[in-house]
Nanobody, 123 residues
Framework: QVHVVESGGGLVQAGGSLRLSCAAS????????MAWFRQAPGKEREFVAA????????YYADSVKGRFTISRDNGKNTVYLQMNTLKPEDTAVYYC????????????????WGQGTQVTISS
């Protein structure tokens, strides 16, 4: 079993930065691909970024490419999402997810999810 907890959300002005963290418990974390998804009010959950178990491969939604960076520290069982040049349209609840064998951009591929952290960007 893997338990996932996100942190680092908040309210920032457009153009600002935030770093989200995702702490995962469980011995299998190092075998997991990890991802960030987000869900804005009235919208479906959407893929943001993902990282392979080793950290050697990363994937991004076009809407965040060049602004967001996903990384992981397997020694700390933690995944990060550095978000720069934030825009009001980035406002959403951000979720961390993980699993061993995934279709990277598909939320249904991930069995383990956190409760989410709110990110609000003011214009």
């Amino acid at each position: 079993q893997v338990h996932v907890v996100e942190s680092g959300g908040g309210l920032v002005q457009a153009g600002g930065s935030l770093r989200l963290s995702c702490a995962a418990s469980g011995r299998t974390f190092n075998n997991f691909a990890m991802a960030w998804f987000r869900q804005a009010p009235g919208k479906e959950r959407e893929f943001v970024a993902a990282i392979s178990w080793s950290g050697g491969r990363t994937y991004y939604a076009d809407s965040v490419k060049g602004r967001f960076t996903i990384s992981r520290d397997n020694g700390k069982n933690t995944v990060y999402l550095q978000m720069n040049t934030l825009k009001p349209e980035d406002t959403a609840v951000y979720y961390c997810a993980g699993d061993e064998a995934v279709v990277v951009r598909s939320a249904s591929s991930y069995a383990y999810w956190g409760q989410g952290t709110q990110v609000t960007i003011s214009s």
